[in-house]
């Protein structure tokens, strides 16, 4: 009788071996040799489920966004209307885990892949699927322009996120916390 395979563990098992390859190696040293050698297995341990490198990346962004989600969730539960925005930013401009070999490895692959790429695409989906939650979170916070304000709001957080990685001593939950905060009263403030 043959052996039955969580496929969804697998390929958690396979996004956590990229990370790990994209933590130690960068962008360049992810293939699907080096992947099946990190999770101890033949290539075709991996390319049964994923068939290229960029279904390597594409499946290790996918991964990712559903733990960033998952944390986000947690963050934001029990959050009256009002509140719910600010918890949002609050965990949106926190460093932990990964995030910094995520911001890495998504900085390269915006800068090295075409618009076309399967992982931009996926980046850009995730990316308005980002905004649109915090369009959501402005308009129960009260304010007065959810669009603008969940437009600021993304747009300075992509940048802590750039900034982060450029000069993480001045730019860390420390910094970002009373920042956001901060923004978030003058955004949501109506007079």
């Known amino acids: 009788m043959p052996v039955e395979i969580d ?5 958690a098992t396979i996004a956590d071996a990229t990370l790990d390859i994209v933590a130690s190696d960068g962008l360049d040293g992810v293939s699907i040799r080096a992947v099946a050698k990190r999770i101890g297995g033949s290539t075709t341990l991996v390319t049964n489920y994923l068939r290229t490198r960029e279904a390597l990346l594409v499946n290790a ?22 509140d719910r925005l600010l918890a949002a930013v609050r965990w949106a401009g926190s460093t932990g885990g990964n995030d910094e ?27 308005r699927e980002n905004r649109a939650e915090l369009v959501d979170a402005a308009r129960d ?30 730019w860390n939950d420390a910094s970002m916390t009373p920042l956001l905060e901060r923004l978030v009263r003058l955004l949501t403030t109506t007079t």
Not at 7 to 11: C, K, S, V
Not at 156 to 166: A, H, I, N, P, T
């Open 7 to 11: 496929i969804t563990q697998r390929l």
């Open 61 to 82: 962004i996918e991964h990712a966004t559903r733990a960033w989600a998952a944390e986000l969730e947690e963050s934001v539960a029990g959050a009256g209307d009002r």
């Open 141 to 170: 916070a009260g304010a007065g322009d959810s669009e603008f304000t969940a437009d600021v709001l993304f747009l300075v957080l992509r940048g802590f996120y750039v900034s982060s990685l450029e000069d993480p001593e001045r």
């Open 101 to 127: 070999v995520l911001r890495r490895l998504f900085m390269e692959l915006l800068g090295r892949g075409g618009p076309e790429s399967a992982a931009v695409r996926t980046l850009r989906e995730d990316a």
